[in-house]
């Protein structure tokens, strides 16, 4: 049985010659897919083909994308600004022949401001960019994988847990159909009490009145179509569980069929017993429409 839920996280990383990088994924339940995606400046390119990848590999849920990207430190190469050098050899050479000035050395001319500067790191090339652009693209797409990997892993203990809920609901059904309220000459004793009642009352119905009540008293005897439509709503929710696909949306809305044949049971049984029946379905049923959200 394949299901997938929506929440998970996943991480990835890597690096070249001069960054590194970590793209980090985040998935919570969201009625659709909603993607919001956060990317540092100058890796704007990556837009469109993390969008790309994240609605190809996921269909509900709502996802934040991030990507951190890290310049590695290196050692600068020093320059040496010779022109200026220059312009202060000359000047030393000048000051030498005044008495009490010693002669320039060599460490004293280069820690004059100018003179030694520190090496611009180079741009990244066309092809540095391009490359860089497909690692970061594989880094994502094993993100995506290890992402899809912890939905599945609590999907699995979803369908579990759901088709434990659909076992509880098929048993209570069992109970209602074993119901004294369920037997024939029940219904029937019940319904000859009813009308009687009708016929008695004072001041007497009009014949129109009293077939209308009647056909509502008739129509309210009988659950045994509300428990048909319930084994029905059961197997179709378990073929859906089984059939690998999306089908959180299409669950959440048979639990609202599920629960409007509950409260209509509930409001037709004519016993306590039916009755308590009724709530159990209906609380077993709440729960199984609050895992059904989780679903992708």
């Known amino acids: 049985m394949t299901l997938n839920s929506m929440t998970g996280y996943a991480r ?64 600068a190469g020093v320059v040496v600004n010779e022109a200026l050098l220059d312009q202060y050899l000359a000047l030393a050479d000048k000051l030498t022949s005044h008495p009490g000035i010693a002669p320039a050395s060599a460490d004293g ?57 659909l076992d509880e609901i098929a048993a209570l059904v069992v109970q209602a159909e074993g119901c004294a309220a369920l037997d024939p000459a029940a219904i029937k004793e019940r319904l000859r009490q009813q009308v009687q009642a009708l016929l008695d009352a004072v001041p007497a119905l009009s014949e129109d009145r009293l077939a209308q009540e009647a056909a509502l008293i008739a129509a309210k005897a009988d659950v045994r179509e509300e428990l048909d439509r319930l084994k029905a709503h059961m197997a179709a929710a378990r073929e859906m569980l089984a059939s690998g696909e999306a089908v959180g ?33 209906k609380a077993v049923i709440e729960q199984f429409r609050e895992q059904v959200q989780n679903i992708e």
């Open 12 to 75: 990835a990383q890597g690096q070249d010659a001069d960054v590194s990088w970590v793209w980090e994924l985040k998935s919570v339940n969201g009625r659709g897919l909603e993607l919001r995606l956060r990317l540092p400046p100058g890796y704007d390119l990556l837009d469109l083909p993390a969008r790309e990848a994240v609605q190809k590999g996921l269909k509900r849920g709502n996802v934040s994308v991030n990507l951190t990207v890290t310049r590695l430190q290196k050692s």
């Open 109 to 165: 001319l280069l820690s004059l401001r100018g003179v030694v500067e520190t090496g611009n790191e180079a741009e990244d090339t066309p092809d540095a960019i391009e490359a860089r652009a497909a690692a970061l693209k594989t880094s994502l797409a094993e993100a995506l994988k290890a992402l899809s990997a912890m939905r599945a892993a609590e999907g699995r203990r979803l369908a579990e847990v759901l088709t434990g809920q």
């Open 249 to 281: 949306r299409k669950l959440d809305f048979l639990c609202q069929e599920f629960n409007r044949e509950a409260n209509t049971l509930c409001s037709k049984a004519g016993e306590v017993e039916l009755t308590r029946i009724g709530l159990s379905l």
